[in-house]
């Protein structure tokens, strides 16, 4: 298990703000006595320890995917990693998870409308060897995604994270 310290805390968090944010700006906007060099180990050191990961968000809107749909599925037991495999294959999905409870596997997908939605769940979907039944949520306003979660303050070693190793 990691257990960031402050320093990591702040440099994940201006990572957030910004992934390609240099570290010589990093550095001074931490303050103190750290330094560019400190910055790189540390951020080199979250990602080969899996810490974190530094990818592009794409914004679905600017491609015209405007309506976004939660969807969970009741699945055969003894399909639903496959279903989840399969589902994850295809373009307007952008989440997939099995779950444990009163449903097997969620989903999230894009599409240009309602219309299409309604057209992959029904279609391809609810079509798929295993499932039995589907669910479909349209989500009109997202408050919080995946990708904006933050290391909760109650993880973070105390010290003035000025240390670099």
Known sequence: MYEPDILD?????????DGRMPAAVIARRVGG???ERVVRYRIDRMVKEGVIQIWPVVNTLAFGLTTR???????????????????????HVTYVACSIGETDVSLQLVARDTAEIYQFVTEVIGKL????????????V???????W?????LVKPGDGQQTK
């Not at 805390?9 to 703000?17: G, K, Y």
């Not at 599925?73 to 589902?87: F, H, N, Q, R, T």
């Not at 933050?150 to 109650?154: G, K, L, S, V």
């Open 150 to 154: 933050r290391i909760p303050r109650r």
């Open 33 to 35: 006595e750290t330094t």
């Open 69 to 91: 749909a939660d969807v969970v599925l009741e699945v055969e037991s003894d399909a639903i990693k496959d279903v989840a495999e399969k589902v994850a294959k295809y373009d």
């Open 142 to 148: 997202v408050v919080k995604d995946v990708y904006q």
């Open 129 to 140: 060897p295993g499932v039995r039944k589907t669910t479909t949520s349209i989500v009109p």
């Open 9 to 17: 805390a702040r440099i994940v968090e201006l990572l957030m703000e």
